[in-house]
């Protein structure tokens, strides 16, 4: 019989939450929390910020563990089964999370091609949502150049690419312009109807009310009322009293009778609004007003209704809620604006046959790749950065030190350039601290991190992009150095060992700016820890001078300087001279931080998802 129940109970709902405790610090985010959502139903969880809904959603949709209780998502254990819950589930985060720096077509493409979509259904699906949702006319411009209404169309069309068992939406219309609004309401209706549960948290109450069959109201982390519109508002009373005083001295009148009476309105209440009383009926409204017989001058008007849900929401919260701005605004500094909206018709955007599961390894390592390269192509500026210093630093440094530093520019070139090499790759290995800290910044981790794929993906795709950069930058190099008369004494076998060894480098050092990515909370802090800790390798290094001619402490660091190990392998083998103990210790190097420094990215990383 217990079984029989619950096998019921899994059947009737989709989310089934109990005893979630979360705590930031000291700061109490859900306390005891339990929750029920029904197959089907469009769940609205209301409630003001900082109210715990985020986090709830957060818990849901796998990016956050609770540190207590339990989840059952369509009879998924979340705690113990997170990726078989994400093949389940689609998340539209409280801010747009899309990748500014790719066009809107490629961010749909992307995320299509990660949830297992072929190349061609990829591209004709991302056709499809790019015209529903009015973006038809900006599908090939960089998102930074969208509106804010924009970007928000764009993250929910990214959310319905695939149409999942159950999609959260975290504040969906902000931003939106009123007939987006009205029309984005049609669709996550045709999605319920269709069969697909949604879980909607919102601040605005016309939302809740025009969508919901269950609202739960939130505030201090904790469950404080639950049920469909009617019964909230029932909750609070059967009618609502309107009192109009004749200016605000007489309100204030009114409302010292009132808390002789043990009434007492919320201070939050609008000053110019009537005094508001709950009755239970007709009955009840005429002997309230028989007690204020002596205030008939202060009182203008009265009528009799039934409560609304900022009533309710002011009742139960002591606070009134949110105003509906109802407006998408543009976003600072972005260039393009689209006064298409979302379709009015719904089902072009639900009507779509599902991939089976999300995309295997391989391709989530080649989609990151692929994003990669096009950030290159998109930003060449950040290419740019990272080859105008070396490319600086080879000029100036041979032909205006060059003839005091080796006696005649053309040896200091052949000493200079395999050093420049090396630290052109390191150099761009900031970018990997960068490029994570801008996707944890922007919500594009938390997209990533609830999407059906091998969880590492992400940052396999960061090293792939790497790589690519790391190869081009230093071919960059190599051929400029060409032309100013840099010769190598060995053949491509030798110059491939070269870029095998600087970039195995690189690479171990990109743990770091991970790291630093993962942990700080600014993107200029990453940038300035991270070439606080380059500068002192880098120049104290035999990169630009041979250490010989330095004070004896600085040669002890030089000697012991990983950096040095590696501009003293690639030059002997670009000189034709393989010296297995140099290209042991460059290696070795290499494996040494990689080995002290990928636990611990790896320790952040999963701490982050």
Not at 163 to 170: A, T
Request: hydrophobic letters at 45%.
């Amino acid at each position: 019989m217990l079984q029989d129940c619950e096998k019921l109970k899994m059947d009737k709902y989709a989310i089934e939450a109990k005893g979630l405790f979360k705590t930031f610090g000291s700061t109490v985010a859900l306390k005891n929390f339990d929750l029920q959502v029904t197959k089907g139903d469009v769940h609205a969880l209301l409630g003001p910020n900082g109210a715990g809904k985020t986090t709830l959603v957060k818990i849901l949709a796998t990016l956050t563990r609770p540190d207590q209780g339990e989840v059952n998502i369509l009879g998924k254990d979340l705690l113990r089964e997170p990726k078989a819950v994400r093949e389940l589930i689609s998340l539209t985060g409280q801010s747009a999370s899309v990748d500014e720096e790719l066009t809107g077509r490629e961010n749909m493409f992307l995320i299509a091609r990660l949830l297992g979509f072929s190349a061609g259904d990829a591209r004709k699906r991302s056709k499809v949502l790019m015209k529903s949702f009015g973006l038809e006319k900006a599908s090939n411009k960089l998102v930074k150049n969208y509106s804010g209404g924009m970007r928000r169309r764009l993250d929910i069309a990214v959310s319905v690419l695939k149409i999942p068992s159950i999609l959260f939406l975290d504040e969906p219309t902000t931003g939106l312009d009123p007939r987006s609004r009205n029309n984005l309401w049609r669709v996550i209706r045709a999605l319920a109807d269709r069969g697909t549960t949604v879980v909607l948290t919102t601040q605005y109450l016309e939302e809740a009310d025009q969508l919901a069959d269950q609202i739960s109201v939130i505030d201090r982390g904790e469950l404080i009322s639950e049920g469909t519109s009617d019964e909230l508002k029932s909750s609070v009373g059967e009618n609502i009293l309107h009192l109009y005083t004749a200016g605000d001295s007489a309100r204030k009148l009114l409302i010292v009778q009132l808390a002789k009476y043990g009434l007492k309105i919320p201070s939050e209440t609008d000053s110019g609004g009537p005094v508001n009383i709950r009755v239970g009926n007709t009955r009840e409204a005429i002997e309230w007003l028989d007690k204020f017989r002596s205030n008939e001058d202060h009182i203008r008007s009265f009528s009799l209704s039934r409560p609304n849900l900022d009533e309710v929401f002011l009742a139960l919260t002591g606070r009134p809620a949110e105003e509906d701005p109802g407006q998408g605004g543009k976003s600072p500094g972005s260039k393009f604006e689209s006064d298409d909206a979302v379709s009015s018709d719904p089902r072009e955007i639900i009507e779509v046959v599902n991939p089976g599961r999300g995309a295997g390894i391989t391709t989530g390592k080649l989609m990151f790749g692929w994003r990669s390269m096009l950030k290159i192509k998109h930003i060449p500026e950040q290419f740019t950065d990272a080859l105008i210093t070396p490319i600086m630093f080879t000029f100036m440094f041979t032909y205006i030190f060059g003839g005091a530093l080796a006696g005649s520019t053309e040896d200091y070139l052949q000493f200079f350039v395999p050093g420049i090499l090396v630290q052109t790759l390191v150099f761009n290995s900031i970018y990997s601290g960068m490029n994570m800290h801008t996707d944890i910044s922007k919500g594009l981790f938390d997209r990533f991190s609830s999407l059906p794929i091998w969880s590492p993906t992400p940052l396999v795709g960061i090293f792939v992009g790497d790589f690519i950069r790391h190869f081009v930058s230093g071919l960059v190099v190599l051929i400029f150095a060409a032309l100013l008369g840099f010769r190598v004494s060995a053949g491509l076998p030798s110059i491939a060992l070269v870029f095998g060894l600087a970039i195995y480098f690189a690479v171990s050092v990109s743990w770091l700016f991970l790291i630093l990515g993962l942990t700080m909370r600014s993107l200029s802090a990453v940038m300035s820890l991270g070439w606080l800790l380059l500068m002192p390798l880098v120049f104290m290094s035999n990169i630009f001078v041979d250490p010989a001619t330095m004070p004896g402490w600085m040669q002890t660091f030089v000697s012991w300087n990983p950096l040095s190990w590696q501009v003293e392998a690639c030059r002997d083998i670009l000189d034709g001279i393989y010296d297995m103990r140099t290209i042991g210790k460059a290696i070795l190097a290499s494996t040494t931080i990689t080995a002290i420094l990928a636990p611990i990215g790896i320790y952040f990383y999963k701490r982050e998802r």
